[in-house]
């Protein structure tokens, strides 16, 4: 496991955007798969997006597709999620994980601490 820090999140009404940053610092050698998963209030942690350690290849929930973007940083094991046209639903707290390898499979075996992300109607 390697330390994941992440910032961004906050307070938006329906319709606005936020940006969430992350970075997994510790990670030497090559860029490993970064993903992110949210939990609401009362329920389990659940799928957003991830992107592959090339980039190349990036994977969403179908709840977010053509809404959100996930894309990787010039430096080393960084990664954005910029989210548009948030809903109320989009409500929660968002985790950054990293894969141990750099292609997304299963779930990353390291967390960031959480940031919430509210959308109010």
């Known amino acids: 496991q390697v330390q994941v820090v992440q910032s961004g999140g906050g307070l938006v009404q329906a319709g606005g955007s936020l940006k969430l940053s992350c970075a997994a610092p510790?990670?030497?050698?090559?860029?490993?798969?970064l993903g992110w998963f949210r939990q609401a209030p009362g329920k389990e942690r659940e799928f957003v997006a991830a992107?592959?350690?090339?980039?190349?290849?990036?994977y969403y929930a179908d709840s977010v597709k053509g809404r959100f973007t996930i894309s990787r940083g010039n430096a080393k094991n960084t990664m954005y999620l910029q989210m548009n046209s948030l809903k109320p639903e989009d409500t929660g707290v968002y985790y950054c994980g990293a894969y141990p390898y750099g292609f997304v499979s299963g779930i990353p075996n390291s967390w960031g601490q959480g940031t919430q992300v509210t959308v109010s109607s």
């Open positions: 510790g990670r030497t050698g090559n860029n490993y798969a």
């Open positions: 992107v592959s350690g090339s980039g190349g290849s990036t």
